[in-house]
């Protein structure tokens, strides 16, 4: 299967800043997937990055505080604005992988606490 | 809308027996997958199992099986010979069928196997 790099593992960051988080894929896919994890919940989806267009966003969550990056086609980020203690959530990125016919391969996770 | 319904937050069990967790869900689709994922605390989603809907055999792996019925829209998970590894969340998932399509997930059953 493939396999996805995500960084950071964790961090600590003060309200009202941002922070960015990366995934780097070890072969070329066309879709990449943010999730967001609160905490004792389950996943649910941020947006969609296709590479070469505008990231398409699920309803309840916006471009201004979920800024999406998809440069090329193993490369992502996405970056938490403007962060608040609600933001504080273990965000996960994932991909197709075609290696695996419509099997799903995920990050490890970066767990994002708010202060 | 699809929706992915697990009734059950907690289950535990001994080593070395067999525990069913429970998932429905709801689709007017007829063609889709379902997924089971494991999520130890390590908070790496990992694929347990997949099913695609138009098979009526039950998929397998391993210790690891499914119980589909497809006109109940219920999709269990049977883990036979339980062991301590196998504690961690698990989350139901629904994808529409195509590929590149998002993962819908349900709510997640805490499994416990005690020694």
């Known amino acids: 299967s493939a396999v996805i790099s995500q960084k950071p593992s964790r961090d600590i960051c003060q309200r009202g800043t941002s922070l960015t988080i990366q995934c780097q894929v070890d072969?070329?896919?066309?879709?990449m997937f943010w999730y967001r994890q609160q905490p004792g919940q389950s996943l649910t989806l941020i947006a969609t990055?296709?590479?070469?267009?505008?990231?398409?966003?699920e309803s309840g969550f916006v471009i201004d505080k979920f800024p999406i990056s998809r440069p090329n086609l193993t490369f992502s980020t996405l970056t938490v604005s403007n962060m608040s203690p609600e933001d504080s959530s273990i965000y996960l990125c994932?991909?197709?992988?075609?290696?695996?016919?419509?099997?799903?391969?995920f990050g490890s996770g970066t767990r994002l606490t708010v202060v | 809308a699809q929706t992915v319904t697990q009734s059950q937050p907690e289950m535990s069990v001994q080593e070395a027996e067999t525990v069913t967790l429970s998932c429905t869900y709801d689709?007017?689709?007829?063609?889709?997958?379902l997924f089971w994922y494991k999520q130890p605390p390590s908070r790496q989603m990992i694929l347990v199992i997949r099913?695609?809907?138009?098979?009526?055999q039950n998929a397998t792996e391993n210790r690891f099986s499914v119980n589909f019925q497809k006109a109940a829209k219920s999709f269990s998970l049977k883990i036979s010979d339980s062991q301590l590894g196998d504690t961690a969340m698990y989350f139901c998932?629904?994808?529409?069928?195509?590929?590149?399509?998002?993962?819908?997930f349900g709510k997640g059953t805490k499994l416990t196997v005690n020694p």
């Open positions: 994932s991909v197709e992988d075609l290696k695996w016919n419509y099997g799903y391969t």
């Open positions: 072969s070329q896919v066309t879709m």
């Open positions: 990055a296709n590479q070469g267009s505008e990231a398409t966003y």
């Open positions: 689709t007017s689709e007829n063609n889709y997958y």
């Open positions: 099913q695609e809907a138009y098979k009526q």
């Open positions: 998932a629904f994808m529409k069928w195509g590929g590149s399509e998002k993962l819908v």
